[in-house]
């Protein structure tokens, strides 16, 4: 069980020590961690944000635990050499399509949310994001009108199978939770939602356990504030999802909680070959503090275990000691408590 540790900048190699802490406690048979350098910090040795021995790395291991990459140091860089490419290659380069986003307001947290306690206690939902097609990656430019004007565009389309790959994705991951998949487009406008519409209905035919509905993106923004509690599996394409998943996610009270997968269709001998990584960025403003939350990074750890390596049993016992370090006081200021980054990592692992 290869794993690439790349904790890159800012505050991501205090939360990736939480992190592996906890993995190293559960004294799993044949864990083996491979340090990495990626964003700045790869940069700053080898003159680049990704370079060929990271990739190496990432391809020679079962599963990659990202911290998070950027600095303001390289502000001036040109765009290729920015560490914040280190992600896009990586999504890129392992054609990790479908990405993950779990969030559930943890017990004891409720009041933490922008959303009324009530509301948000009700929260336990998952989006599955199209990660490697639509607008993001169509043809792009800039141009001139016939009036002289410029004009900019940005092509959005999918094809049947990107569809179809990260439908499958979706309905595996719905029948895993609840049996109910939302699948959210724009059809009544889009001709890539049609056909999306089209390809999740064809699909939904594999899937007898599965309740399909289709919701238009803007009702499903107005409905994830609304009654967030009544989803739980969601599936979208990038653009939606990009804007949905932030959204979703936030309802829940602290960046420093929501963790993400990004899986691919690379099989390995233990389960699906993915990177795992907090929503949030490096956090500049309060790195090498010893402050920033890394219950998000240790969430991810968890679900690299669950995906990657099909350790159910010891994904949910670090949700669960999650859980109730949370539920325990074990709080940083970004949840209104005073507690550091190796105190709140010490609660996870007391609770363990
Ligand atoms: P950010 O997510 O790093 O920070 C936003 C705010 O949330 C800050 O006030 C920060 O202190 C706080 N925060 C974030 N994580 C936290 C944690 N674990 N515990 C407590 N507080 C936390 O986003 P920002 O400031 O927009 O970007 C900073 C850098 O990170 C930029 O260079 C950006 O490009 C990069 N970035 C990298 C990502 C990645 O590596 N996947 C994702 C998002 C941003
Ligand atoms: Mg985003």
Same mark, same amino acid.
Not at 95 to 110: D, H, S
Not at 254 to 274: D, V
Not at 305 to 317: I, N, Q, V, W
Not at 324 to 347: K, P, Q, R, Y
């Given at each position: 069980?290869?794993?690439?540790?790349?904790?890159?900048?800012?505050?991501?190699?205090?939360?990736?020590?939480?992190?592996?802490?906890?993995?190293?406690?559960?004294?799993?048979?044949?864990?083996?961690?491979?340090?990495?350098?990626?964003?700045?910090?790869?940069?700053?040795?080898?003159?680049?944000?990704?370079?060929?021995?990271?990739?190496?790395?990432?391809?020679?291991?079962?599963?990659?635990?990202?911290?998070?990459?950027?600095?303001?140091?390289?502000?001036?860089?040109?765009?290729?050499?920015?560490?914040?490419?280190?992600?896009?290659?990586?999504?890129?380069?392992?054609?990790?399509?479908?990405?993950?986003?779990?969030?559930?307001?943890?017990?004891?947290?409720?009041?933490?949310?922008?959303?009324?306690?009530?509301?948000?206690?009700?929260?336990?939902?998952?989006?599955?994001?199209?990660?490697?097609?639509?607008?993001?990656?169509?043809?792009?430019?800039?141009?001139?009108?016939?009036?002289?004007?410029?004009?900019?565009?940005?092509?959005?389309?999918?094809?049947?199978?990107?569809?179809?790959?990260?439908?499958?994705?979706?309905?595996?991951?719905?029948?895993?939770?609840?049996?109910?998949?939302?699948?959210?487009?724009?059809?009544?406008?889009?001709?890539?939602?049609?056909?999306?519409?089209?390809?999740?209905?064809?699909?939904?035919?594999?899937?007898?356990?599965?309740?399909?509905?289709?919701?238009?993106?803007?009702?499903?923004?107005?409905?994830?504030?609304?009654?967030?509690?009544?989803?739980?599996?969601?599936?979208?394409?990038?653009?939606?999802?990009?804007?949905?998943?932030?959204?979703?996610?936030?309802?829940?009270?602290?960046?420093?909680?929501?963790?993400?997968?990004?899986?691919?269709?690379?099989?390995?001998?233990?389960?699906?070959?993915?990177?795992?990584?907090?929503?949030?960025?490096?956090?500049?403003?309060?790195?090498?503090?010893?402050?920033?939350?890394?219950?998000?990074?240790?969430?991810?750890? +968890?679900?690299? /275990?669950?995906?990657?390596? $099909?350790?159910?049993?010891?994904?949910?016992? %670090?949700?669960? #000691? =999650?859980?109730? *370090?949370?539920? +325990?006081?074990? /709080?940083?200021?970004?949840? $209104?408590?005073?507690?550091?980054?190796?105190? %709140?990592?010490? #609660? =996870?692992?007391? *609770?363990?």
């Amino acid at each position: 069980m290869k794993i690439a540790i790349l904790p890159g900048d800012g505050i991501g190699p205090e939360i990736m020590a939480e992190a592996v802490r906890v993995l190293r406690a559960l004294d799993l048979p044949g864990m083996e961690l491979h340090d990495g350098l990626v964003g700045a910090a790869a940069w700053r040795v080898h003159g680049h944000p990704l370079p060929p021995e990271t990739l190496a790395l990432m391809h020679a291991c079962d599963a990659l635990l990202f911290g998070a990459v950027g600095d303001p140091a390289c502000d001036g860089l040109e765009r290729h050499l920015r560490p914040e490419q280190a992600v896009l290659g990586m999504r890129k380069e392992l054609g990790l399509f479908a990405n993950l986003r779990p969030a559930k307001v943890f017990p004891g947290l409720e009041a933490q949310s922008s959303l009324r306690p009530e509301v948000a206690g009700a929260i336990d939902l998952m989006i599955v994001r199209e990660l490697n097609g639509d607008v993001y990656f169509g043809e792009k430019g800039m141009r001139e009108t016939a009036d002289g004007q410029r004009e900019g565009y940005d092509i959005m389309s999918y094809s049947e199978s990107e569809v179809r790959r990260i439908a499958h994705a979706a309905f595996r991951t719905a029948q895993g939770r609840s049996g109910r998949l939302c699948s959210v487009d724009k059809a009544n406008v889009l001709e890539t939602s049609q056909l999306w519409r089209d390809v999740m209905i064809e699909v939904a035919a594999e899937y007898p356990d599965v309740t399909l509905e289709h919701m238009y993106v803007d009702n499903a923004a107005m409905q994830l504030v609304r009654a967030p509690g009544k989803f739980d599996t969601i599936v979208t394409g990038n653009l939606f999802g990009d804007i949905l998943s932030d959204q979703a996610s936030m309802c829940v009270g602290s960046i420093g909680l929501l963790a993400s997968a990004s899986l691919g269709a690379e099989q390995t001998a233990y389960g699906t070959k993915g990177a795992y990584e907090p929503i949030h960025g490096s956090a500049p403003d309060i790195a090498g503090k010893g402050l920033a939350n890394p219950v998000a990074m240790i969430l991810s750890a +968890a679900m690299m /275990l669950r995906h990657s390596f $099909g350790l159910e049993a010891e994904a949910a016992r %670090i949700e669960a #000691a =999650v859980a109730s *370090a949370l539920n +325990a006081g074990a /709080l940083g200021a970004d949840l $209104g408590g005073t507690m550091g980054t190796v105190a %709140i990592g010490d #609660a =996870v692992l007391a *609770a363990l």
